[in-house]
Each structure stands twice: as C-alpha cells, then as structure tokens.
Nanobody, 119 residues
Framework: VQLVESGGGLVQPGGSLRLSCLASGFTFGTYDMSWVRQAPGKGPEWVSTITNENFRTYYKDSVAGRFTISRDNAKNTLYLQMNSLKPEDTAIYYC?????????????WGQGTQVTVSS
C-alpha cells in the first residue's frame, strides 16, 4: 500500500488549497477513503470520508461547508478541496484507507502534506 499526498503549503486565512493523494498497491475503488490531520502537539483527527460506493461524503463539523472531498477511481486519486481556510486548520494532512475513526486507528496513511494557514 502506498499513499502519496501533495498540494499542501502556506496560505493566508481565507485562502484555498487543493490536496491530492495518489494511491497504489491496492484496489483503490473498493475502499472507503478519508483525510486525517494532525496539528502540532495534538493527536490525529478524522476530517472527512468518501465511500467507495455512491461516493457519499462525510465531514467533521468544523470543516463542513468549507472542505470538499472527492475521488477519481480511474486515476486512483483522492482529493480535498479546502476553502475559507482558518489558522486552526494548520496541520499535516494524511490520506487514509478506511472510514471515520477506523481510518485514524488503522494508521494506514501516506507521508502527509503540511498545510499552514497564517498571515
């Protein structure tokens, strides 16, 4: 299993970023996929999940309405569009196999991509 995240960076509050995750080594289209983040000095937390069937999406309350998760099974790629970013969104963002807290507990993540929201 290999998950490679990209797209992070430094952005001002209110700005946007689009994260990508290229998956390999497993049948991407058969798995629910999630984004998990870890802020400095804090434990990892679930951010969003998209199911493998029907592409249903779920979000942590604090990001709902600002973040959009999507996937392209033909490209084995997971995305996270992040708008109206806030300083509290600063964290390393990880692509993860699985859904909800299972994605956090599995620790089946990529290497992560740093997102820093600061003026």
């Amino acid at each position: 299993v290999q998950l490679v995240e990209s797209g992070g960076g430094l952005v001002q509050p209110g700005g946007s970023l689009r994260l990508s995750c290229l998956a390999s080594g497993f049948t991407f289209g058969t798995y629910d996929m999630s984004w998990v983040r870890q802020a400095p000095g804090k434990g990892p937390e679930w951010v969003s999940t998209i199911t493998n069937e029907n592409f249903r999406t779920y979000y942590k309350d604090s990001v709902a309405g600002r973040f959009t998760i999507s996937r392209d099974n033909a490209k084995n790629t997971l995305y996270l569009q992040m708008n109206s970013l806030k300083p509290e969104d600063t964290a390393i963002y990880y692509c993860a196999k699985g859904a909800f807290e299972m994605a956090v507990r599995s620790r089946s993540w990529g290497q992560g991509t740093q997102v820093t929201v600061s003026s």
